[in-house]
C-alpha cells in the first residue's frame, strides 16, 4: 500500500520561504513509473493542481499559478518537497502530495497524503 | 487551461435517494474525467477513474459516466456516510484543473 506523508512548518513569515516535504512509502520514487504531484486548497476553496514532478526529475509547473515555486527529489530519501519563494497570504493553505497513477488511458491521483496547514502570517 | 463547471453547488439529500452530480468542460476530453470526494480536513479519495472505471475499494453504488464535454456522477441509494465535497477534475491536458466542488448535505 503506497502512503504519502506531508511535513512542514505550519506557520511562515511574509516574503519568507516556504519548504515541504513529502515522504512516500510502498513506493520507489526514483524508479517507479509516477508522476508525483502537489496540490494545495485555501481555506474554504477548491482543490488547485500546483505541478509535479517524474521519476527521472522532470518537472511541470502550472503555468495559471505564479511561478515562484519548485518541487524536487531525493530518492536517498524516497521524499519529494515543494519550495515555495517569496511567500505572501495568499499562499496559505493547505497542501496536499499525491502519486499520479494511471493505466494505459488515464491518469488520476489515487494515493494522498494527510495534508498539512501552512498559514504565512508576520 | 480547461474549466470544469459542475452544478448544483450543493445539495440536500436524505438517505435513500438517488443523487446525479454533473460536470462540464470547456472543451473535448474524451474520457479523461476523475470524481473525488472530500470529507471536511481530510484528503480528496479517489471515487472513478476514466470517466466510468470505478476505483478499489469504492461501493458500486457511485457510477460515473459521460465523454467529450458532459459528465455525470451518480450515487444510486445515499448513505449517511457519503456527505462530503464532490470534484470532478479533467486530467485530458496540463494543468489538470477542477470544478469548483458540489457540497452534499444529508
Known amino acids: 500500500q503506497v502512503q504519502l506523508q506531508e511535513s512542514g512548518p505550519g506557520l511562515v513569515k511574509p516574503s519568507e520561504t516556504l519548504s515541504l516535504t513529502c515522504s512516500v512509502s510502498?513506493?520507489?520514487?526514483?524508479?517507479?513509473?509516477?508522476?508525483w504531484n502537489w496540490f494545495r486548497q485555501p481555506p474554504g476553496k477548491g482543490l488547485e493542481f500546483m505541478g509535479n514532478?517524474?521519476?527521472?526529475?522532470?518537472?511541470y509547473y502550472n503555468p495559471s499559478l505564479e511561478s515562484h515555486f519548485t518541487i524536487s527529489l531525493d530518492t536517498s530519501k524516497n521524499q519529494f518537497s515543494l519550495r515555495l519563494n517569496s511567500v505572501t497570504a495568499a499562499d496559505t493553505a493547505v497542501y496536499y502530495c499525491?502519486?499520479?497513477?494511471?493505466?494505459?488511458?488515464?491518469?488520476?491521483?489515487?494515493?494522498w497524503g494527510q495534508g498539512t496547514l501552512v498559514t504565512v502570517s508576520s | 487551461d480547461i474549466q470544469m463547471t459542475q452544478s448544483p453547488s450543493s445539495l440536500s439529500a436524505s438517505v435513500g435517494d438517488r443523487v446525479t452530480i454533473t460536470c462540464r468542460a470547456s472543451?473535448?476530453?474524451?474520457?479523461?474525467l476523475n470524481w473525488f470526494q472530500q470529507k471536511s480536513g481530510k484528503a480528496p479519495k479517489l471515487l472513478i477513474f476514466?470517466?466510468?472505471n470505478l476505483h478499489a475499494g469504492v461501493p458500486s453504488r457511485y457510477s460515473g459516466s459521460g465523454t467529450g464535454t458532459d459528465f455525470t456522477l451518480t450515487i444510486s441509494s445515499l448513505q449517511f456516510e457519503d456527505f462530503g465535497t464532490y470534484y470532478c477534475?479533467?486530467?485530458?491536458?496540463?494543468?489538470?484543473?477542477f470544478g469548483q466542488g458540489t457540497k452534499l448535505d444529508i
Open positions: 477534475q479533467q486530467s485530458y491536458a496540463n494543468p489538470y484543473t
Open positions: 499525491a502519486r499520479l497513477g494511471h493505466t494505459i488511458d488515464w491518469y488520476y491521483s489515487d494515493f
Open positions: 510502498g513506493a520507489s520514487i526514483g524508479t517507479d513509473d509516477f508522476y
Open positions: 476514466g470517466s466510468s
Open positions: 514532478i517524474y521519476y527521472n526529475g522532470k518537472t
Open positions: 472543451q473535448n476530453i474524451n474520457t479523461h
